[in-house]
């Protein structure tokens, strides 16, 4: 019988595959509270230009996002979600914004990246039919030009699909980098192969996780970089666990601090930028709710959330 029992916990233990987080309380972790906000079709090519919106010349001159937005997120959603010469096709009774708490951990071998969030009464979009709610997050190590000023919004692009100029074509998030020329209306031309490889193995690649969620089932799990394309890993390096109470879901992600050359490597006395959405009510694609830029490190210094052992 023994033998039995000890087979069903090993067992129990390579199904789950993340035993480590298992090891933290995250009720004695310290969280943060931030706020993911509607953001409609807000460009990268419509927040530069002044005439559109009030805060890209003093953006031009070094001022990050949050330097303006922080706190106001709520509002912003509010008013990006029904605003029609914003969001062509407002989803009706959508909430503007999302409150999430991060905790971050990290031991000798791994980073932690924990969220509670709820969220909320969410009208039915009928977009993804599989998962009513996505969680991802967004990292850059300095490699990503302006990432450290914009956060998400280096990637989110006027002909992204669904967006002001994506006609009919279903072009992924990408960076400018990666473009030969960008107007207005995004970039159509992507750079060739060898200049690409080039960048890339210059750290200029924003990296992503995201978890897929269904309540009582283990999420499913993908990563990848984001450079001409937004591109998955075959195999992720990134875990998640996800537990659902009430309408309230807690989300642990977890990686390798260093998980290969496609990946970040994340180490000591390095800020990190850090930028989560949250996919909510059946939604996909634009149609999510993201954060202002934020910043990690491990162990101490000055980022918004500081992983510790
Ligand atoms: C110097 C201050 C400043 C900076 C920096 C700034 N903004 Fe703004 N932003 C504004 C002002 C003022 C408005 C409202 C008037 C307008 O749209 O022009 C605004 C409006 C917005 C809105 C519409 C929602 C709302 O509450 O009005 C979004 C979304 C937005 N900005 C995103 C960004 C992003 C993304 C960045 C960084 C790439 C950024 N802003 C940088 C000042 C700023």
């Not at 991060?102 to 009464?121: M, Q």
């Not at 995004?186 to 210059?202: F, S, V």
């Not at 989560?276 to 210094?301: N, P, W």
Request: hydrophobic share 40%.
């Amino acid at each position: 019988m023994k033998f039995f029992t000890s087979c069903a916990a090993l067992i129990g233990l390579l199904i789950s595959g993340t035993h480590e987080a298992q090891a933290i309380d995250w009720s004695e972790v310290e969280g943060k509270s931030i706020t993911l906000f509607y953001p409609a079709q807000m460009s990268w090519e419509l927040v530069l230009t002044q005439s559109e919106h009030g805060g890209a010349s003093k953006f031009k001159d070094g001022k990050g996002c949050r330097g303006c937005h922080e706190g106001d997120e709520a509002d912003s959603g509010n008013l990006l979600r029904n605003d029609k010469s914003i969001e062509a096709t407002p989803i009706p009774g959508k909430p503007g914004s999302i409150p999430v708490t991060v905790k971050t951990a990290h031991d000798a071998e791994r980073i932690y990246v924990h969220l509670e969030f709820a969220p909320g009464k969410q009208p039915d979009a009928g977009m993804d039919k599989d998962f009513a709610t996505k969680v991802a997050v967004m990292i850059d190590d300095g490699g990503v030009e302006q990432a450290k000023l914009a956060g998400c919004w280096v990637a989110c692009h006027d002909n992204v699909a669904r967006m002001p100029s994506a006609g009919d074509k279903d072009t992924t998030k990408y960076l400018t980098s990666s473009r030969v020329a960008m107007s207005r209306k995004g970039g159509e031309e992507i750079k060739p192969a060898a200049a690409l490889a080039k960048i890339r193995a210059e750290g200029g690649f924003l990296e992503y996780w995201q978890a897929r969620l269904k309540p009582g089932a283990a999420p499913e799990v993908v990563d990848g970089s984001i450079l001409e394309k937004r591109e998955e890993h075959k195999a992720p390096a990134v875990t998640a666990e996800a537990v659902e109470t009430d309408g309230e879901w807690a989300v642990t992600f977890s990686r390798k601090l260093k998980a290969g050359a496609a990946y970040k490597d994340i180490v000591p006395g390095k800020t990190y930028t850090v930028g989560f959405s949250i996919h909510a009510g059946h939604t996909a694609k634009r149609f999510h709710y993201v954060s202002f830029e934020k910043t990690l490190a491990l162990d101490s210094g000055e980022a918004d959330f500081i992983a510790k052992p």
